[in-house]
């Protein structure tokens, strides 16, 4: 965490010549954002497209009610968890057919971590970092307590490359921190995992989709991600899991589902996995939920990637910049070099939970984190830099008057 | 199987006369079916309701798009997986605090055998039937490759009871046979378990929402089921588990994700089991998929179970004794008690996969299970007696002309 001295915010009309300029700016015309509402909140869960209704309406109405049992094949719904696989895949930098969409990220990291841990009998430890997103390490925790000796280590980002030895079977990390909004290189720390023997499993939920991920280029093995977030996949939409091309007939799941199985409709007694990325589905999947993810990323038709991402950054830098003209105090907790981050920024305040309120009663929508962590996310898609310098004015304004003082706030906690 | 002489079939004009008297005839104005269908395989994918659409709209377009990430708590989506729980409660003679909305069928399975091994040390058989539905298979064979010395016995299910011996830590059944339609009785096999000191863990998928199944006072411990069948919750739809209340502390899933951490929003870095039936949760719930297995368990509301329950077993009476007129030979699979089966019947049949798909160009649609079993549901919410009269008309029919020889038939495989 860093203070730096205020320099001048730019003028509103320097931030309307760059949306006029903005490449990507039709691209906000596909969200059905609320009319007031600036929404810094993507990195938890994306907005709605305005196509998702309609498609997922059309999942409902038609392919269900009148294709009933039959869309199983005519509508393809058997194919939903690879063919959305594969539309993911060109937004983390992987292979078409190295991406299954498929269960919850939890449920998924344990499928790939399990089996990482099955394949490398030798090596019985999960590296990870303290403060990691919580739900991946309870989801390690849980398997320990299933797997005789696994061992569970943690160390701090800066340390994490030399604490990798020769009994990690698998270093867990997620590229950015949901909290603080720091990034890790894929690539070094894959290397650096490699180097040792170990397996890299990389947590993307809060990368993909908002900057860029070369998972095959950094020599990925495994990742998980999240739907819902800036893939605007709906709330608790399904998840993906990645599997480098190399690894797949090696590796598989202890959630042995019928939809692994190599033959599922031969209904036989004994499981055998089928081969590639088909082998770590599990249960039938949720049709309906796919077709809203199917829609948020149709949200990425057309669009260029080094634009999106560049101008993620630039929202980013924009934030901080006019935060910091402001002179509040309140200070940055994301690294302000846009390569050591990803697309949410976070300032630590210790009236953070009442500030994020006002806010919110101001239209402006970010989150909290305890103890102190104020978030605010940038969607490159559906946000313009107006929207980012008003909603920095608004919170350098809520901390001059320190608007918590006035009125009573409605207390809620939130979903990441 | 069993073969029985020609009775005759009732009149048409006696079928309608059931269909005038019968009090659950108005539910079936609250599903879409498709118009020329005769719709048999609602014990594999439920019907449309009318009212999915309108609900599931609802949460897309004002409880996503407007809401946005306060919907988590203004419209109580964090709740849902409890609140849906509660209702399915109704239906399988739970308390409402006993069941929970999650996943997938697999994955609960998963969730409740692996808790319950964990939980009893001293045992490490897990007793099953050879021919369960597979994904159950699967999923044990799955966890005992993570688990060692866990094994895996299969007894025939005349034989399950004595094959319990002092190693089985659970005893794994499906209540009502995917592909043969026997009915196993709750309270014997849970009480032959509980008699050798192991658990007893029911899948209802075949069953919750068709026949009378009450857990509770058969002395349940643990069970899963399907949200998509018989429950009308769409393709692939959440699915549920139940865990008896005096058990819920003393178990603990592996899939220890943040939504079953006693206290998801503190983040903490180490997991803490929530009391009850909550900890069963896992990752982040599917709302759109949620809200529409919600608006499937409307189609419940008002309905008198008793009558529900006679009517399917009506139905299926029905059909038999049609089918059995008709003289075709085809031997019946299905206990003809009703009190020993579901509500789908089987008959088996040589060119039955041809049967099948001559029936599914006429508008009745039934699925066929390999080597040769021709499977007919009767969801009794939606399904008149006269629906079940042409259908097995048409049958006798498809199998009197040898109809299959006529047309070229488009394959097709279907999801249970």
Request: aromatic share 8%; with cysteine.
């Amino acid at each position: 965490m860093e203070t730096v001295p205020a320099m001048a915010a730019p003028s509103l009309d320097h931030i309307r010549a760059l949306d006029a300029a903005d490449p990507l700016a039709p691209a906000r015309a596909h969200f059905a954002l609320p009319p007031g509402v600036i929404y810094l909140d993507g990195n938890s869960l994306g907005a709605l497209p305005v196509g998702t209704a309609a498609r997922v309406a059309d999942t409902v109405q038609r392919e269900w009610g009148s294709g009933l049992i039959g869309s199983w094949n005519s509508a393809d719904w058997i194919g939903a968890p690879q063919r959305l696989g594969a539309r993911i895949a060109g937004l983390i930098g992987a292979a078409p057919d190295e991406v299954l969409v498929a269960d919850s990220t939890s449920v998924n990291l344990y499928k790939l971590l399990a089996a990482a841990i099955m394949a490398q009998p030798g090596r019985r430890t999960v590296l990870t970092e303290p403060g990691n997103f919580p739900t991946d390490l309870y989801m390690v925790q849980g398997l320990a307590q299933l797997v005789p000796g696994l061992r569970i280590r943690q160390a701090e980002r800066e340390a994490i490359i030399d604490a990798i030895d020769d009994d990690v079977a698998v270093v867990m990390l997620t590229q950015v921190h949901y909290k603080t909004g720091h990034r890790l290189d894929l690539a070094t720390v894959t290397a650096a995992a490699h180097a040792r023997g170990a397996l890299m499993l990389w947590d993307l939920s809060h990368s993909a989709g908002a900057i860029a991920v070369d998972l095959n280029t950094a020599g990925g093995d495994l990742a998980v991600g999240c739907g819902y977030k800036y893939l605007n996949g709906g709330p608790g939409a399904p998840a993906y899991l990645y599997v480098a091309k190399r690894l797949q007939d090696r590796l598989q799941t202890p959630l042995a589902g019928w939809m692994g199985h190599a033959r599922p409709f031969d209904f036989d007694d004994d499981y055998a996995p089928a081969a590639g990325i088909a082998r770590f589905g599990c249960g039938t999947p949720a049709i309906v939920a796919l077709a809203a993810l199917d829609a948020g990323l149709d949200t990425f038709d057309g669009i260029d990637r080094t634009a999106l991402y560049a101008k993620g950054q630039a929202l980013a830098d924009l934030f901080i910049n006019v935060v910091e003209a402001g002179d509040t105090g309140i200070a940055l907790v994301t690294p302000r070099d846009p390569a050591q981050r990803g697309s949410h920024v976070s300032f630590a305040c210790d009236q953070g939970f009442a500030v994020v309120q006002c806010l919110i009663a101001r239209g402006v929508i970010g989150d909290f984190r305890a103890p102190n962590v104020m978030r605010f996310g940038f969607a490159p898609l559906y946000l313009t830099y107006a929207d980012v310098w008003h909603a920095a004015q608004a919170l350098v304004d809520v901390l001059h008057t320190r608007a918590w003082d006035r009125p009573a706030f409605k207390l809620r906690g939130k979903v990441t």
